[in-house]
């Protein structure tokens, strides 16, 4: 009995192909805004040290961290480190969004993630409550499959690959050629 490929079979493998795309928008969307969300907190980014400020929480979690060296090395500048991690958020979701060198983006959102986990969410107890844990795993996926759809490497690919064919892409043929004129 042969078995032929009905739509309810392309219809499963075109969804595995979008599986992704929620956790880039999810990822991307949570970036951006945790990165303007820090750059537009006055108190945040306050360099007297104050409630709120980036200062005032490595000061708290300095003794519960696990690499406490991290910490000592954002106190000794902790509005300018406020601002890179700030900074490197908004750069990492901006990048995860338009899938603009998505691997290296998610491999950027990973190693923030990673970071915080080593310092602020470290003590949370049980070890499940500490979220920048979850993000770390997030990233995962998206640094070993990068954004392969929807994004602008995947357009950049198409690209390259009609050059390296020895053509010129379809986008850069003239009307009238598409045509068969």
Do not use: C
Not at 66 to 87: N, Q, R
């Amino acid at each position: 009995m042969s078995h032929k490929a009905g739509p309810s079979y392309r219809a499963r493998g075109d969804s595995g192909r979008y599986a992704l795309l929620p956790l880039r928008l999810f990822l991307g969307i949570t970036f951006v805004y945790a990165g303007l969300d820090k750059l537009t907190d006055s108190a945040f980014l306050a360099s007297d040290g104050g409630q709120g400020s980036i200062g005032a929480l490595m000061e708290s979690v300095r003794g519960t961290a696990a690499l406490p060296g991290l910490v000592d090395l954002a106190l000794k500048s902790p509005v300018g480190f406020g601002y890179a991690i700030a900074l490197g958020e908004l750069a990492v979701g901006l990048g995860t969004l338009l899938g603009l060198f998505a691997r290296i983006a998610a491999a950027g959102g990973a190693l923030i993630s990673l970071s915080l986990w080593l310092t602020v969410s470290w003590a949370a107890t049980p070890y499940y409550y500490g979220n920048d844990l979850v993000y770390l795993m997030a990233w995962l996926p998206l640094i070993l499959a990068g954004a392969p759809l929807l994004s602008a490497d995947a357009a950049l690919a198409g690209r390259w690959r009609g050059r390296a064919r020895g053509g010129v892409p379809f986008s850069r043929v003239a009307p009238a050629a598409r045509r068969g004129r």
